[in-house]
T-cell receptor
Framework: EAQVTQNPRYLITVTGKKLTVTCSQN?????MSWYRQDPGLGLRQIYY???????DKGDVPEGYKVSRKEKRNFPLILESPSPNQTSLYFC?????????????FGPGTRLTVL | AQSVTQPDIHITVSEGASLELRCNYS??????LFWYVQSPGQGLQLLLK??????LVQGIKGFEAEFKRSQSSFNLRKPSVHWSDAAEYFC????????????FGTGTRLTVIP
């Protein structure tokens, strides 16, 4: 089954404790991205990657890091989480195209930073 | 810059009634437009998309949307709502910025009354 998986699905942590949210896709997609969803703000892009070792900032990259060492994986790293990073996070992937291709979303990771 | 406006934060309809969710976009070129649905606790699922051609597009679950360039709108419609349609709906515009970036509206939450 074609899918995007994220782990963990739920995470409660404390300020300053480094964490990683994993994202993996089995569709051989070149493009992957991370979004955060906050009430009243919709989804905002954090980082995206057009291929292995090619990443770039989205609209709200502060406080986040990413890496793309393998095509299928695109982890999101919070080096020193803060309470304002409490949010619902989505990973997405798609094949390349001029903005026209459907993005497939993972199930989401709900992060709470105390 | 790209932007998407969904003017209705919350809509309540009776089961069997018709539905229209509004979406207005701002984009300097031909837009790629999408509607996604998010059921409670779930990820995002693509309902339909518009790239070019016929301005009335059909999607899954009986939804359709009409692209109106003169009004910069891409409203989502369904003739008869089912209780299972209760969810949050997001309109998005895809932009060619060197990547498959999506810009989302803030969402419209749909409540269906039996």
């Amino acid at each position: 089954e074609a899918q995007v998986t994220q782990n963990p699905r739920y995470l409660i942590t404390v300020t300053g404790k480094k964490l990683t949210v994993t994202c993996s896709q089995n569709m051989n997609h070149e493009y992957m991205s991370w979004y955060r969803q906050d009430p009243g703000l919709g989804l905002r892009q954090i980082y995206y990657s057009m291929n292995v070792e090619v990443t770039d900032k989205g609209d709200v990259p502060e406080g986040y890091k990413v890496s793309r060492k393998e095509k299928r994986n695109f982890p999101l790293i919070l080096e020193s989480p803060s309470p304002n990073q409490t949010s619902l996070y989505f990973c997405a992937s798609s094949s390349p195209g001029q903005g026209a291709n459907e993005q497939f979303f993972g199930p989401g990771t709900r992060l709470t930073v105390l | 810059a790209q932007s998407v406006t969904q003017p209705d934060i919350h809509i309540t309809v009776s089961e069997g009634a018709s539905l229209e969710l509004r979406c207005n976009y701002s984009y300097g070129a031909t837009p790629y437009l999408f509607w996604y649905v998010q059921s409670p606790g779930q990820g995002l699922q693509l309902l339909l998309k518009y790239f070019s051609g016929d301005t009335l597009v059909q999607g899954i679950k009986g939804f359709e949307a009409e692209f109106k360039r003169s009004q910069s709108s891409f409203n989502l419609r369904k003739p008869s709502v089912h209780w299972s349609d209760a969810a949050e709906y997001f309109c998005a515009v895809g932009a060619w910025t060197g990547a498959n970036n999506l810009f989302f509206g803030t969402g419209t939450r749909l409540t269906v009354i039996p």
